[in-house]
Protein backbone atom coordinates (compact mmCIF):
# COMPACT_ATOMS: atom_id res chain seq x y z
CA UNK A 1 0.00 0.00 0.00
CA UNK A 2 1.05 3.55 -0.81
CA UNK A 3 0.18 6.95 0.08
CA UNK A 4 -2.92 8.14 -2.02
CA UNK A 5 -0.91 10.88 -3.96
CA UNK A 6 2.73 11.60 -4.56
CA UNK A 7 2.19 15.17 -3.47
CA UNK A 8 1.14 13.99 0.14
CA UNK A 9 4.26 13.02 2.08
CA UNK A 10 5.99 16.52 0.57
CA UNK A 11 2.60 18.53 1.70
CA UNK A 12 2.48 16.34 5.16
CA UNK A 13 6.76 16.76 5.62
CA UNK A 14 6.44 20.93 5.19
CA UNK A 15 3.29 20.88 7.67
CA UNK A 16 5.45 18.69 10.06
CA UNK A 17 8.34 21.63 9.21
CA UNK A 18 5.63 24.29 9.77
CA UNK A 19 4.57 22.63 13.20
CA UNK A 20 8.30 22.80 14.64
CA UNK A 21 8.33 26.33 13.29
CA UNK A 22 4.99 27.43 14.97
CA UNK A 23 6.13 26.38 18.41
CA UNK A 24 9.48 28.62 17.52
CA UNK A 25 7.74 32.15 16.23
CA UNK A 26 8.90 34.99 17.71
CA UNK A 27 6.12 37.18 16.47
CA UNK A 28 2.25 36.54 16.57
CA UNK A 29 2.33 37.38 12.74
CA UNK A 30 4.88 34.54 12.44
CA UNK A 31 2.93 32.16 14.58
CA UNK A 32 -0.58 32.96 12.37
CA UNK A 33 0.84 32.23 9.62
CA UNK A 34 2.54 28.88 10.32
CA UNK A 35 -0.35 28.37 12.19
CA UNK A 36 -2.13 28.40 9.23
CA UNK A 37 0.53 25.91 6.68
CA UNK A 38 0.70 23.80 9.55
CA UNK A 39 -3.08 23.03 10.93
CA UNK A 40 -6.51 22.99 9.83
CA UNK A 41 -8.74 25.18 11.03
CA UNK A 42 -10.33 22.52 13.17
CA UNK A 43 -6.85 20.87 14.44
CA UNK A 44 -7.21 19.10 18.03
CA UNK A 45 -4.37 19.18 20.43
CA UNK A 46 -4.32 15.89 22.74
CA UNK A 47 -2.00 16.31 26.37
CA UNK A 48 -2.20 15.42 29.86
CA UNK A 49 -3.11 19.33 30.57
CA UNK A 50 -6.81 19.13 28.22
CA UNK A 51 -8.02 19.02 24.78
CA UNK A 52 -7.16 22.08 22.73
CA UNK A 53 -9.20 23.56 19.55
CA UNK A 54 -8.09 25.31 16.95
CA UNK A 55 -5.07 26.96 16.01
CA UNK A 56 -5.65 30.01 18.53
CA UNK A 57 -5.50 27.81 21.27
CA UNK A 58 -2.53 26.07 20.46
CA UNK A 59 -1.01 29.91 20.57
CA UNK A 60 -2.58 31.09 23.41
CA UNK A 61 -1.09 27.76 24.89
CA UNK A 62 2.34 28.37 23.63
CA UNK A 63 2.32 31.67 24.53
CA UNK A 64 1.26 31.08 27.70
CA UNK A 65 3.72 28.27 28.29
CA UNK A 66 6.87 30.60 26.84
CA UNK A 67 5.43 33.77 29.67
CA UNK A 68 6.08 31.37 32.36
CA UNK A 69 9.42 29.99 31.08
CA UNK A 70 10.66 32.90 29.14
CA UNK A 71 13.03 31.70 26.33
CA UNK A 72 11.87 28.11 25.25
CA UNK A 73 13.20 26.53 22.19
CA UNK A 74 11.36 23.24 20.56
CA UNK A 75 13.38 20.70 18.86
CA UNK A 76 12.81 17.31 17.02
CA UNK A 77 14.98 14.86 18.62
CA UNK A 78 15.27 13.37 15.36
CA UNK A 79 13.50 13.16 11.87
CA UNK A 80 9.67 12.46 11.83
CA UNK A 81 8.60 9.66 10.50
CA UNK A 82 5.47 9.65 8.14
CA UNK A 83 3.61 6.59 7.63
CA UNK A 84 -0.15 6.50 5.81
CA UNK A 85 -1.11 9.82 6.86
CA UNK A 86 0.32 10.09 10.48
CA UNK A 87 4.01 11.46 11.78
CA UNK A 88 5.70 10.44 14.68
CA UNK A 89 7.75 13.09 15.86
CA UNK A 90 10.20 13.03 18.98
CA UNK A 91 10.88 16.58 20.55
CA UNK A 92 12.24 18.57 23.37
CA UNK A 93 11.98 21.47 24.93
CA UNK A 94 15.06 23.81 25.84
CA UNK A 95 13.34 25.77 28.41
CA UNK A 96 14.52 28.45 31.81
CA UNK A 97 18.35 27.78 30.68
CA UNK A 98 17.62 24.24 31.14
CA UNK A 99 19.55 22.02 28.37
CA UNK A 100 16.28 19.55 28.44
CA UNK A 101 13.41 20.69 30.23
CA UNK A 102 10.93 18.15 28.59
CA UNK A 103 10.76 15.59 25.97
CA UNK A 104 7.70 13.80 24.24
CA UNK A 105 6.40 12.24 20.98
CA UNK A 106 3.69 14.12 19.23
CA UNK A 107 1.15 11.95 16.68
CA UNK A 108 0.54 13.81 14.56
CA UNK A 109 -3.31 12.93 11.90
CA UNK A 110 -2.78 14.55 8.39
CA UNK A 111 -5.74 16.07 6.47
CA UNK A 112 -6.50 15.32 2.93
CA UNK A 113 -4.71 18.56 2.06
CA UNK A 114 -1.45 17.46 3.97
CA UNK A 115 -2.36 19.65 6.45
CA UNK A 116 -2.67 18.50 10.34
CA UNK A 117 -5.94 17.74 11.73
CA UNK A 118 -5.18 16.15 15.32
CA UNK A 119 -2.07 16.19 17.42
CA UNK A 120 -1.65 13.39 20.78
CA UNK A 121 1.10 14.77 22.59
CA UNK A 122 2.92 12.29 24.97
CA UNK A 123 5.14 13.28 27.35
CA UNK A 124 8.58 10.93 27.59
CA UNK A 125 10.56 12.52 29.80
CA UNK A 126 8.23 15.07 32.05
CA UNK A 127 9.53 18.50 33.39
CA UNK A 128 10.82 18.38 37.02
CA UNK A 129 8.25 18.16 39.28
CA UNK A 130 4.96 17.71 36.71
CA UNK A 131 2.59 15.89 38.22
CA UNK A 132 0.73 14.23 35.62
CA UNK A 133 -2.55 13.58 38.27
CA UNK A 134 -2.91 17.56 38.70
CA UNK A 135 -4.13 17.70 33.98
CA UNK A 136 -6.59 15.59 34.06
Known amino acids: MTETTAQAPTE ?27 FTDDVTYYALIGVLSGPSELAAFRDEFAGHMGDVAFRPRAEAQILHGRARLMWEIEAGGKPVFAAGTDVLVFAPDGRIASVSAFLDQAPEGFDPGAHH
Request: proline share 4%; charged share 25%; net charge positive.
Open 12 to 38: QRAAVESYVRFWNAATPQEQRRLAAEA
